[in-house]
């Protein structure tokens, strides 16, 4: 997809990963989230550009278990992590090691319902 007028100005990272949106949801859940914790956004940005497999602070950002472990995309089984933005908000994203990308699938304000 390329930028639009209007779009906001992103740049690839020099040495990391690239995030991306995989859903329509995940645009305006990511959006949901920047206007309700920004700072939060912003450091779970930071933490997926820079190690989105990271099990340093595993109770913030951690692989999904069970059925939700992995997830199809595009004909590949890809690991399916999760970010804890807020208290309730979640950024879930899947990880291509292959091309260096996260595919963030799900963004919302409030805690997905399929883990209870």
């Not at 951690?62 to 999760?82: D, I």
């Amino acid at each position: 997809m390329s930028p639009k007028k209007g779009d906001r100005v992103s740049v690839p990272p020099l040495n990391g990963w690239n995030v991306v949106f995989g859903t329509t949801e995940a645009v305006t859940g990511w959006e949901e989230l920047c206007r309700a914790a920004l700072p939060s956004a912003h450091r779970c940005l930071e933490a997926l550009r820079t190690d989105p497999l990271s099990r340093d602070n595993w109770n913030r950002q951690h692989q999904l278990r069970g059925k939700l472990a992995t997830k199809e995309w595009k004909g590949s089984a890809l690991e399916q992590w999760e970010f804890e933005v807020t208290s309730g908000g979640r950024d879930r994203y899947l990880v291509s090691p292959e091309t260096a990308t996260v595919i963030t699938v799900y963004a919302s304000t409030q805690h997905p319902k399929d883990t209870e």
